[in-house]
């Protein structure tokens, strides 16, 4: 606009820029990452199956060990997942890497129905293909951009860098492409880790609870409450110890410790494996003020329709066509 009124000889009255709106220019401060590592005290380290295991005891009993569980409990490997990883936690963050995927695409999309009148692909002119060109540069396409893989390396068939004049810019946005790839494997990661725990826990559950039914029965079993009342309550959580212990299937635990930990060492192989072609994003993103001065030098250029032979038409400078100056005057 400004350059419009510049090459119409300033008629009527000169064009304003726009407040910029708020944009977020600098990285947010984020919270700590929540711990998947096993506590050993804390509110969560006996919430879930060690309640589960004491309803297995009689009340008395259960009475007498129950201040002893958390101990009694680090059993092999099952102590190394408890608390572990909150699936409702995991599963909530996926929901929002879900929204994020499609907020993503749809702000995108957006801003291709609004500039779909310019960068209409059924026309060839030098003024429809800059268009296409300027709509496909704020997504992190530019005129020297290669076709990457993962590892930002040169590939043939990779993820195109480059700005093809002959697209609509929905046709070519590696940023938004990247940012989707990586809101759906986080998304998908999140919930298979979150299946995983639900697993391992009701194995281990499982293998806690069938261990305090036999415990159970060898104390109420054969044994007179009466001599119960003559043990001193450290003899008492000994036994019981012993027992459980000796009825706990402790190498189904340990597989599924196992494959608990294979699991999340896969999902951390995964996502680390994301942040390469983020690198590539973070880094081929236009700021908000570059395409302010890329929609202003189109703008400027528009007037001539991105002809080679277009004028100067800025306030000030020559109208002499580029070509016709000398390297000196330029």
Same mark, same amino acid.
């Given at each position: 606009?400004?350059? =419009?009124?510049?090459?119409?000889?300033?008629?009527?009255?000169?064009?304003?820029?726009?407040p910029?709106?708020?944009?977020?220019?600098?990285?947010?401060? $984020?919270?700590?990452?929540? %711990? &998947?590592?096993? %506590?050993?005290?804390?509110?969560?380290?006996?919430?879930w199956?060690?309640?589960?295991?004491?309803?297995?005891?009689?009340d008395? !009993?259960?009475? &007498?060990?129950?201040?002893?569980?958390?101990?009694? !409990?680090? !059993? +092999?490997?099952?102590?190394?997942?408890?608390p572990?990883?909150?699936?409702?936690?995991?599963?909530?963050?996926?929901?929002?890497?879900?929204?994020?995927?499609?907020?993503?695409?749809?702000? %995108?999309?957006?801003?291709t129905?609004? &500039? %779909?009148?310019?960068?209409?692909?059924?026309? #060839?002119?030098?003024?429809?293909?800059?268009?296409?060109?300027?709509?496909?540069?704020?997504?992190?396409?530019?005129?020297?951009? /290669?076709?990457?893989?993962e590892?930002? #390396?040169?590939?043939?068939? +990779?993820?195109?860098?480059?700005?093809?004049?002959d697209?609509?810019?929905?046709?070519?946005?590696?940023?938004?492409?990247?940012?989707?790839?990586?809101a759906?494997?986080?998304?998908?990661? !999140?919930?298979?880790?979150?299946?995983?725990? =639900?697993?391992?826990?009701?194995?281990?559950?499982?293998? +806690?609870?069938?261990?305090?039914?036999?415990?159970?029965?060898?104390?109420?079993?054969?044994?007179?409450?009466?001599?119960?009342?003559?043990?001193?309550?450290?003899?008492?959580?000994?036994?019981?110890?012993?027992?459980?212990? @000796?009825?706990?299937?402790?190498?189904?635990?340990?597989?599924?410790?196992?494959? $608990?930990? @294979?699991?999340?060492?896969?999902?951390?192989?995964?996502?680390?494996?994301?942040?390469?072609?983020?690198?590539?994003?973070?880094?081929?993103?236009?700021? $908000?003020?570059?395409?302010?001065? /890329?929609?202003?030098?189109?703008?400027?250029?528009?007037?001539?329709?991105?002809?080679?032979?277009?004028?100067?038409?800025?306030?000030?400078?020559?109208?002499?066509?580029?070509?016709?100056?000398?390297?000196?005057?330029?």
């Amino acid at each position: 606009m400004l350059a =419009d009124w510049e090459a119409s000889g300033r008629k009527g009255t000169q064009p304003r820029n726009a407040p910029e709106p708020a944009v977020i220019d600098k990285p947010p401060r $984020y919270g700590p990452v929540n %711990s &998947i590592k096993w %506590s050993g005290t804390g509110e969560d380290a006996d919430s879930w199956w060690i309640s589960g295991i004491l309803g297995e005891f009689p009340d008395w !009993l259960a009475l &007498i060990v129950g201040p002893s569980f958390q101990h009694l !409990l680090r !059993l +092999g490997k099952a102590h190394e997942i408890t608390p572990g990883f909150k699936q409702e936690d995991g599963r909530n963050m996926a929901e929002a890497w879900r929204l994020i995927a499609g907020e993503t695409t749809k702000g %995108s999309d957006e801003f291709t129905d609004a &500039i %779909s009148t310019i960068t209409d692909t059924r026309g #060839n002119s030098e003024w429809q293909r800059a268009m296409r060109a300027f709509g496909q540069s704020v997504w992190g396409s530019t005129e020297w951009g /290669r076709a990457l893989d993962e590892n930002r #390396n040169r590939a043939d068939t +990779g993820r195109s860098w480059r700005t093809n004049h002959d697209l609509p810019p929905s046709g070519r946005r590696p940023v938004v492409d990247v940012l989707k790839k990586t809101a759906d494997t986080i998304q998908e990661t !999140l919930d298979h880790l979150a299946q995983v725990s =639900d697993t391992t826990r009701a194995t281990t559950e499982r293998c +806690g609870k069938e261990a305090a039914r036999a415990t159970a029965k060898d104390f109420t079993g054969g044994l007179d409450l009466r001599d119960v009342t003559k043990l001193a309550v450290g003899a008492i959580v000994g036994e019981v110890m012993l027992s459980f212990r @000796s009825h706990m299937d402790q190498a189904t635990v340990d597989a599924a410790v196992d494959h $608990y930990h @294979s699991e999340f060492d896969a999902a951390a192989d995964k996502l680390i494996k994301l942040v390469p072609e983020l690198e590539e994003a973070i880094l081929s993103a236009p700021t $908000y003020r570059s395409e302010i001065a /890329r929609a202003q030098g189109f703008g400027a250029r528009s007037l001539n329709e991105f002809k080679q032979e277009h004028s100067w038409q800025r306030g000030g400078e020559s109208l002499i066509p580029w070509k016709a100056r000398s390297p000196e005057t330029q």
